[in-house]
Each structure stands twice: as structure tokens, then as C-alpha cells.
């Protein structure tokens, strides 16, 4: 069964300092692997998505995630956080024909000024 | 492009009811959407996939009496929540599949 594990339930960072966020799964297959966000009250917004290819992918707001096979990870970078960036983060697995993902549990990401 | 709508967006109801939640995609084609649940602070649980012109597929544990989902056409999914009591009261999302899966804004649903 496929599983994605987000450690970080909660991430405080200043405005303009790096970030990453974490993001393990567990998938039988090559997997597609997705970063969405959430403000509160909102749907999800994709961030970027990896399906094949280059392992680092560029995403929409400057973010950016690496596919390490070996580690099972996607973890999600930006460089310089702005207070709008302030929400919650979902990575997400999924493959095959039925395009059903798992979600994990999120990450809640502050950002003090 | 790929914006998917949901209506309404917001409803309270007295329990007993029923209430029909509208999911569009507004911009795409969509043979496949995805119908969530999500409780606060939680992640989302996927409730249902809906495939046009055909019956919905509910995840273990899901009443398809309950939750019925229709999928009339290739840009619209309805999920009514049937005879609803407090305990349905949610936030629920929907998706639509085009290379991913592009969410609508979610509809919050209070049941008195």
C-alpha cells in the first residue's frame, strides 16, 4: 500500500530564511510524486509535480523539490520565504491508472516577520 | 487554466436534509473527478472517485447511500449528502483529473 510520511507538523521560519520541508513515501512502482498547498478555508493549489524525468523539479511561487529514489523523499525548498507563504503543505503519492492519490498529513508552515 | 469551481460554497442545513455540492471544471474536459473529506487540522480523505457515465467508486468505509455522487457529464460531479445529521459536517473537496489532480475550493457544510 502506498504511504507518504510528512515528520514536520509544524515549521515556524522568518521571512526571508531558507526552507524545506520534508516528505517520505512508500510506493510498490515508479511513483508520481506532488507538493499542493492550502490556505485556510481554501482547496489545494499544486505547487509542482514529479512524473518523470529530471529529479528536480520547478514549481509555481519560486518553490522547488528534489525526487531522491534512493532516500524515497520529495522534499519541497525555497530559498527565501514571504510571509504570504505562511499555510499548510501537502505532499502527495500516486501512479497507475486509477490517478488516485495518498496524502499526508501535512505540514503547517508559520512565517514570523 | 485547469480551475475547477465548487458550489456552493458554503451551507448550513437541519439535519434530515438533503444537500447537493457542484463540482466543475470549468476551463478542461474531466472523465474523472475525485470527491474528499477534510476534518480540522487533518489531511484529506479521499471519499469517492467519479467517473463519467459510469457509478462512482466509494473508498472502504464510505456509505454510497449516503454520499451518492453523480457524473452526468465530462465537467460536472454532484455529491449529495443524504438525509445529512451533525456528524456529516465537514469540509468537502473535490478534484478534477486532467495531468493532475486540480482541486476546487472546497465546500463547507454545517448540519444543525
Redesign the interface.
Known amino acids: 500500500a502506498q504511504s507518504v510520511t510528512q515528520p514536520d507538523i509544524h515549521i515556524t521560519v522568518s521571512e526571508g530564511a531558507s526552507l524545506e520541508l520534508r516528505c517520505n513515501y512508500s510506493y510498490g512502482a515508479t511513483p508520481y510524486l506532488?507538493w499542493?498547498v492550502q490556505s485556510p478555508?481554501?482547496?489545494?493549489?499544486?505547487l509542482l509535480?514529479y512524473?518523470s524525468g529530471d529529479t528536480r523539479v520547478q514549481g509555481i511561487k519560486g518553490f522547488e523539490a528534489e525526487f531522491k529514489r534512493s532516500q524515497s523523499s520529495f522534499n519541497l525548498r525555497k530559498p527565501s520565504v514571504h510571509w504570504s507563504d505562511a499555510a499548510e503543505y501537502?505532499c502527495a503519492v500516486g501512479g497507475g491508472s486509477?490517478?488516485?492519490?495518498t496524502?499526508?498529513?501535512?505540514t503547517l508552515l508559520t512565517v514570523n516577520p | 487554466g485547469a480551475v475547477v469551481s465548487q458550489h456552493p460554497s458554503r451551507v448550513i442545513c437541519k439535519s434530515g436534509t438533503s444537500v447537493k455540492i457542484e463540482c466543475r471544471s470549468l476551463d478542461f474536459q474531466a472523465t474523472t473527478m475525485f470527491w474528499y473529506r477534510q476534518f480540522p487540522k487533518q489531511s484529506l480523505m479521499l471519499m469517492a472517485t467519479s467517473n463519467e457515465g459510469s457509478k462512482a467508486t466509494y473508498e472502504q468505509g464510505v456509505e454510497k447511500d449516503k454520499f451518492l455522487i453523480n457524473h452526468a457529464s465530462l465537467t460536472l460531479s454532484t455529491l449529495t449528502v443524504t438525509s445529512a445529521h451533525p456528524e456529516d459536517s465537514s469540509f468537502y473537496i473535490c478534484s478534477a483529473y486532467q495531468d493532475s489532480q486540480y482541486f476546487g475550493p472546497g465546500t463547507r457544510l454545517l448540519v444543525l
Open positions: 506532488f499542493y478555508g481554501q482547496g489545494l493549489q499544486l509535480k512524473l501537502f486509477n490517478y488516485k492519490l496524502f499526508g498529513k501535512g
